[in-house]
């Protein structure tokens, strides 16, 4: 299947800083990425869909000033935590939608621990 | 508003037993039913996704009934082994494809030796 990274697998941060995830297709192209929160023993929550060249589409109850989120081309998404605080730490996982045989299916990126001191 | 209740939350079950977990949706517009598995640490992984025109679909160990009437479908992993300890989450979406997906709660499976 197809190969979704996330970088950085990890990161923690003081209160007030941004921070810059990205995630990448490696060996396909996609238009359409989402991206999820999850809670410890909490299911996904689906934040945004980003679509490459256009503006993303926030959930209702999602900051899009404090989650950026930017699909500059097809094989990258980034998302950036503005002026990060301590109830912002969560595992961020994104996915990239693909068309296969037909039919579209979500591949998942391992996702991106992310700690606010 | 939850759109897709899932159970039991956790499950523990014995190596070789089978681990069966519930999901019911509320939207009758969802048409597409994939499953997923995620160790901790980790992303989702597709295990394995059914449509209504079906009411079973196996791959290997892993099989989804589905309920089309009660709104229900299930998975069932027969002989389960260690390595199948994890969460697993049940979701759903609508177009027929993984467009837009809606997850329920999930389910921690512990499997032992």
């Known amino acids: 299947g197809a190969v979704v990274s996330q970088h950085p697998s990890w990161v923690i941060c003081k209160s007030g800083t941004s921070v810059k995830i990205e995630c990448r297709s490696l060996?396909?192209?996609?238009?359409?990425m989402f991206w999820y929160r999850q809670f410890p023993k909490q299911s996904l929550m689906l934040m945004a869909t980003s679509n490459e060249g256009s503006k993303a589409t926030y959930e209702q109850g999602v900051e899009k000033d404090k989650f950026l989120i930017n699909h500059a081309s097809l094989t990258l998404s980034t998302l950036t935590v503005t002026s990060a605080h301590p109830e912002d730490s969560s595992f961020y996982i994104c996915?990239?939608?693909?068309?296969?045989?037909?039919?579209?299916?979500?591949?998942f990126g391992p996702g991106t621990r992310l700690t606010v001191l | 508003q939850q759109q897709v209740k899932q159970s039991p939350q956790s499950l523990i079950v014995q190596k070789g037993g089978i681990s069966i977990i519930n999901c019911a949706y509320e939207n009758t517009a969802f048409d597409y039913f994939p499953w997923y598995q995620q160790f901790p640490g980790k992303g989702p992984a597709l295990l394995i996704a059914?449509?209504?025109?079906?009411s079973e679909k196996k791959e290997g160990r892993f099989t989804i009934s589905f309920n089309k009437s009660a709104k229900q479908f299930s998975l069932h992993i027969m002989d389960s082994q260690p390595g199948d300890s994890a969460t697993y989450f049940c979701a759903a979406s609508i177009g027929g494809s993984a467009r837009q997906l809606t997850f329920g709660s999930g389910t921690q499976l512990t499997v032992l030796p």
């Open positions: 996915s990239a939608r693909v068309r296969e045989r037909y039919t579209d299916t979500q591949y």
């Open positions: 060996d396909f192209q996609a238009t359409t």
């Open positions: 059914i449509r209504p025109d079906v």
